[in-house]
């Protein structure tokens, strides 16, 4: 057996590198362990402890430098050793970087449209080289307004998760509002009025969809066969649910919700031949039948 990589500085260098290691990491530890003990407040012990890691970690790269440098054969692989070594405790900020080229590259969003992402939605006020800034829409906030706070999110997570850009090439979403009459109801009259309330809204926008629908389909293989608003009915425990499904401006869902919805009801409220449902007991007497 060749016992001559004992004899070789690099054999060395590895030794020392192992009993530094092994020195830093248990100092570490028991500083570690008397902030644990000594500091009650969380937030002063949380930083403390940080500082300790970060500042012996400098210290342990700066013996490796002092160990490994005399062996290494040029300052090229030096370069190369350092490199590596950044690349792999920076991993994550060179892929917020890498996402920050993507995203002005490709244009995977920009300021002002509204986006989706790990269930964070929000409209776009910021992109920066490391994260972007949203206005965050929805959480317990309904119909997709505002919650008045500030999000960043880091660009990282676009090589991660699925982006849902609600406005770019295309601004408008479909919507639905569900509408529950009686089985009493005339339900096919009520099916007209709604469609017709939907149908006043839609004539505003059918121009810039159709032009937005062509613009698109020059880029993407898209093709919407319908654009018009539509009701769909089903027969449900209680009544018969009209669903009417229309396109809206993303930004404006709830506003165009409540506009029709109010002009239904008005319309509704004329008719005495239809009714909302809703959640009721009925009880039948058989003929004959006695009360117990």
Avoid at 33 to 56: E, G, M, S, T, W
Avoid at 100 to 114: A, D, Q, S
Avoid at 160 to 176: A, L, S
């Amino acid at each position: 057996m060749d016992f001559s990589f004992y004899k070789t500085p690099y054999f060395y260098n590895i030794i020392y590198t192992f009993l530094s290691f092994i020195i830093i990491y248990f100092i570490t530890r028991f500083l570690r362990r008397l902030v644990n003990i000594h500091i009650q407040d969380l937030k002063r012990r949380h930083r403390i402890r940080k500082a300790i890691f970060y500042c012996f970690s400098v210290i342990f790269i700066l013996i490796l430098f002092g160990i490994w440098t005399t062996a290494l054969p040029s300052y090229t692989t030096l370069v190369g050793f350092i490199g590596a070594g950044l690349a792999l405790a920076l991993h994550e900020a060179v892929l917020c970087i890498a996402g920050w080229i993507l995203i002005n590259v490709k244009k995977t969003y920009e300021v002002g449209e509204r986006i989706e992402a790990n269930n964070i939605k929000g409209d776009v006020i910021d992109i920066g080289v490391f994260h972007t800034v949203l206005i965050e829409v929805g959480n317990w906030v309904d119909a997709d307004q505002s919650t008045g706070r500030i999000v960043s999110i880091p660009n990282s997570y676009v090589f991660r998760q699925p982006i849902f850009n609600y406005t770019k090439e295309f601004e408008y979403i479909w919507n639905e509002i569900p509408i529950l009459v009686t089985f009493e109801s005339n339900w096919r009259k009520g099916k007209d009025i709604i469609l017709a309330t939907a149908q006043e809204n839609a004539d505003e926008t059918r121009q810039a969809m159709n032009k937005l629908i062509e613009k698109m389909s020059d880029r993407y293989m898209v093709h919407y066969s319908k654009l018009t608003p539509v009701v769909y009915t089903r027969i449900m425990d209680c009544g018969v649910l009209l669903t009417l499904r229309y396109l809206t401006d993303a930004k404006k869902r709830r506003t165009s919700a409540d506009s029709i919805t109010q002009k239904i009801l008005d319309a509704f409220q004329r008719l005495p031949d239809i009714d909302f449902a809703y959640p009721t007991t009925r009880f039948y007497q058989m003929p004959g039948e006695e009360k117990k």
